[in-house]
């Protein structure tokens, strides 16, 4: 693996992390135990909502919230092609039909008015609708909330990138106009349990209905089951479902790492204040934040002008060579070799498009100190001058 110096994002991990872990691994249980329920508990405080679920990752979370909201083979579901691959892939999983809406190319998230367009000119409507809050900053969510009103849709927020983030004041995850959020706690997202992902929702049958399926498909509930025998040894199957259990030594370190999300988001922003005044003078795109969010920055993104995508490659590797260790989000998903295969083709979505060939992500987490910024601003200007002109 190659060691940069400055990754462009990596997990904080200090000494009450790891005792929190220690202390778990000396205790009986590791497994579905009290550490699974207190992190539930305390995510569920923070956000806001009603439910929450932990799982192994973001990716089988979104499994389970597509299962739960019964996606079935003939189904519809619409996704951005701006997203890491398992946004996609969770469809795919039931067999349903995906097809994709452009992004606006200045945030990065679904692009609201052609989201309507296509509501309003499809013959087949979609079932659910994931909406991926890119780079951290929400998308106009209470819009397309009010669109799953009139068209019948569900509402998947995949907050992979946004824990912490914030619309009107309203934080990602209370499902204030959502039906099911999900969140990442791969180590470079906000806050890390190593592999995790969890599920927020208001809903009480799909939060049912996720916890069933999360456990093979197995209840104990007397009300589910067709026998009512209430017997210790005695559990039925009721449903396929996965075991998609996090383990307690990932929830210790998930409810130690919860305490701190507002400092990491805090820092987090305070590094994109100090890019946005640094960079500015530069012929690149930075960000664009609507006033109504507070972006958790899980990743800053900097675009190159179009006239000068033909420069991305040099200024790419120039930036890998002197050591930021940049990277691209995302390769538009409708175009990868998968998904190609079922029939997307280059030219179908060009906001997104052009996002993966302008697109690079600088390092921001919590750990980078001053002089780490001013080196990496330092590398960026003089990268940027050299390939631009
Ligand atoms: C990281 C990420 C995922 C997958 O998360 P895992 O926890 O690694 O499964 C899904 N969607 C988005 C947008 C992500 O950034």
Known sequence: MNKFLL??????????????????????????????????????????????????????????????????????????????????????????KIDFVDIDYNTGNIDVEKLKDKLANSIQKPKAIITVDFAGQPTDQEQIYKLSKKYRFYVIEDASHALGAKRKNELVGSCKWSDLTIFSFHPVKTITTGEGGAITTNNKKIYDKIKILRNHGITKDLKKMKIKNNQKWYYEQIDLGYNYWMSDLNACLGISQLKKVEKFVQKRNKIAKFYFSELKDLPIILPEIKKVNRSSFHLFVIKILKKNKNKYKEIFNELLKKGLGVNLHYLAVHLQPYYKRLGFKKGSFPKSELHAETAISIPIYYDLSLADLKKIVRIIKSVIKKYVF
């Open 7 to 96: 990754p462009y994002s990596r997990q904080s991990i200090s000494t009450d992390d790891i005792n929190s872990v220690i202390k778990t691994l000396k205790s009986e249980i590791l497994s579905r135990g009290s550490q699974i329920e207190k992190f539930e508990k305390n995510l569920k405080k923070y956000v806001g909502s009603k439910y929450a679920l932990t799982t192994t990752s973001a990716t089988s979370s979104l499994h389970l919230s597509c299962l739960a909201i019964g996606l079935k083979e003939r189904d519809l579901v619409w996704t951005v092609p701006n997203t890491f691959v398992a946004t996609a892939n969770c469809i795919l999983y039931c067999n349903s």
